[in-house]
């Protein structure tokens, strides 16, 4: 009885205070100093369309390159984990049988998944979207690929190497921003171009392939060792 009425009372406690959050809450209707900034000069300084895009690779791009690193070592440390888990106790799986519409239409639906996950990340300076967005989509038409098939195998190898390789070529084009541009990942060591079209924002476009790549490497990864650790 005591832990209800405290549950009850924590519940409302945190109610009354996302209530005085929502009633009192006031938009600004002017923007601060660095958010001004960002809306008045991002496209003239970086040449991006998206200024979403422009603040998370080239303005807070070591941010990103934490966010990268971070999520490279939870999908280590799982890899890590559940390779353990089978050397201690594997079993032996039993195939499970898929339906058939699930079988055809993942033979459409897995190549144009694919095919959006790349146009999400090339696209990522013009539209919403972005690396980390095409990568999870990629990695989604790897989950889908599984779901028809549980007993099919990946190539950790491959996966590893692509993922090394993303992850690599992305930190050396933050170098070259140091030496040939402003900064760290300054998208400028690249012509800008034409504000609006496909090849412009300089290095932005290439450095969301990377990330796209590497994400997508790292979420499937994790799949594979989850579905390798699926017992029957």
Do not use: C
């Not at 945190?14 to 005085?20: D, L």
């Not at 070259?176 to 990942?185: P, S, V, Y």
């Amino acid at each position: 009885m005591i832990k209800r009425f405290i549950a009850l009372l924590f519940l409302a406690g945190i109610g009354t205070i996302f209530a005085s959050l929502l009633f009192t809450y006031e938009p600004d209707t002017n923007l601060n100093l660095t958010a001004r900034y960002y809306a008045e000069h991002t496209a003239s300084d970086i040449g991006a369309a998206n200024i979403v895009t422009a603040i998370i690779v080239t303005y807070r791009g070591l941010d990103t390159l934490g966010e990268v690193t971070v999520l490279f070592l939870a999908s280590t440390i799982v890899g890590l984990v559940l390779a353990l888990g089978r050397k201690s106790g594997s079993a032996q799986r039993v195939p499970v049988p898929v339906g058939e519409l699930l079988t055809t239409g993942s033979l459409f639906l897995v190549p144009l998944i694919m095919l959006l996950g790349a146009y999400v990340f090339v696209n990522g300076h013009l539209t919403p979207g972005g690396g980390f967005q095409g990568g999870a989509i990629l990695a989604s038409g790897i989950l889908l690929m599984l779901l028809v098939d549980p007993a099919k195998r990946f190539s950790h190898s491959l996966i590893a190497t692509l993922e090394s390789f993303s992850g690599l070529s992305y930190v050396a084009l933050g170098v070259l921003g140091i030496f040939l541009a402003g900064g760290f990942l300054d998208n400028r060591i690249l012509p800008t171009g034409a504000l609006g079209s496909l090849v412009s924002a300089g290095a932005i476009p290439l450095i969301y392939t990377l990330i796209g790549l590497k994400v997508g490497a790292e979420f499937s990864s994790m799949l594979a060792s989850l579905s390798e650790t699926e017992e029957p």
